[in-house]
């Protein structure tokens, strides 16, 4: 069982435009820029107008049984079955509706929305691994999955039906695993093909279900370990990915990419920890993230630039009894300080901005 209660606001900056619509009429600031220009001027930071907010308590139950049996020496199977439920308890309170025409009215009285439902599905799961020798194995899968689809409120407009349809996935994989040098270089490649059911996605911050979408890929993924404490881990994947049914006559979205989804994504993360010494249970790591460009929106009229990101770690391990240390770490996020855009919500207005160069700490007790 999980439990989480969320607290939260959505607010704009907004300016008054009362002497063009009228009283009580505000419109969001914009401060239009180029995602495609890497010489944009610096944002400039505006005041926020909160348009709503809500309270909301999500519970999940699960409950998974899986089995592996050894038919032969070099056959493996795994067979699983899993539960879920989903509910959701939610009350927003909306301060500023939206109108037709973008622009917002302040309500004389906040306008309650009360967000309740449940979801429930039995998901299952098969896997065949062959040792084809001791370096090499074959495997194939295939898997179902289930996501519950809820309402939300959006700049204060209520988005989507309590009866949406859940989100369901069934994946089918095939693949290759493989191992050298005494197991100092691991390497897994597969094929995938992925089809989803009831999907949401957005249009002018109104959520609807996509009838179906599928994506196709490549995945390869390798770890390299060529010494003691030193771990290169890097992964490539090729997604093809079509609207097979947009689920509304009035569009013709069929054999568009859905948005938000990159044809190619990389990474490659390479970490040093020290194995003796005065600097032993010191680490240091750096990596980078490749995200191709992708579409922002599923009519697929534009897209969001590809970016490139790189991270750096480091960390201190330090004893705290009997199987217990202390991990201290620090660390920079986007380290070269890149302006990039990392999703949007289907929309040309509702592009999100990703994180300038960030520096943090933390500390972690394992036990």
Do not use: C
């Amino acid at each position: 069982m999980h439990q989480r209660h969320v607290r939260h606001s959505d607010g704009f900056a907004l300016q008054d435009v009362s002497a063009i619509f009228g009283n009580g009429v505000y419109a969001p600031y914009f401060d239009v820029i180029d995602i495609y220009s890497s010489t944009n001027p610096a944002y400039r930071q505006q005041s926020q107008t909160k348009v709503s907010k809500n309270d909301a308590e999500y519970t999940e139950y699960g409950l998974s049984i899986q089995n592996l049996t050894y038919l032969t020496d070099r056959l493996n199977l795994l067979a699983g079955l899993r539960y879920d439920r989903f509910e959701i308890d939610r009350q927003d309170e909306i301060y500023y509706q939206q109108e037709n025409n973008g622009t917002f009215t302040q309500l004389a009285d906040p306008r309650v929305v009360n967000i309740e439902g449940d979801n429930n599905n039995v998901s299952g799961q098969v896997g065949l691994l062959y040792h084809l020798t001791d370096a090499f194995s074959i495997y194939g899968s295939w898997s179902e999955s289930f996501t519950p689809n809820y309402p939300d409120v959006t700049a204060g407009q209520v988005s989507g039906e309590n009866s949406m349809d859940p989100e369901e996935a069934t994946q089918y994989e095939l693949g290759i695993k493989s191992s050298f040098m005494e197991d100092k270089i691991r390497l897994t490649a597969s094929l995938y093909q992925l089809k989803r059911e009831n999907v949401m996605t957005f249009e002018n911050l109104q959520a609807r279900l996509n009838g179906e979408e599928e994506t196709k890929g490549v995945e390869l993924t390798t770890t390299m370990q060529f010494i003691p404490g030193l771990n290169i881990l890097a992964s490539y994947t090729h997604m093809d990915s079509e609207i097979i049914n947009d689920n509304d006559d009035t569009k013709t979205l069929e054999g568009n990419s859905p948005y938000g989804i990159p044809q190619n994504k990389a990474r490659v993360w390479g970490s040093y920890e020290f194995q003796q010494g005065i600097l032993k249970s010191f680490g240091l790591g750096l990596g980078a993230e490749y995200v191709g460009a992708r579409y922002g929106d599923d009519e697929n009229n534009f897209k969001i630039p590809s970016y490139t990101i790189v991270d750096t770690a480091a960390w201190y391990y330090i004893p705290m009894g009997k199987n217990k240390q202390l991990r201290l770490q620090a660390g920079i996020k986007n380290l070269t300080d890149k302006t990039y855009y990392p999703a949007n919500l289907g929309s040309p207005y509702r592009i999100n901005v990703g994180a300038p160069r960030t520096a943090y700490i933390s500390a972690r007790l394992e036990f």
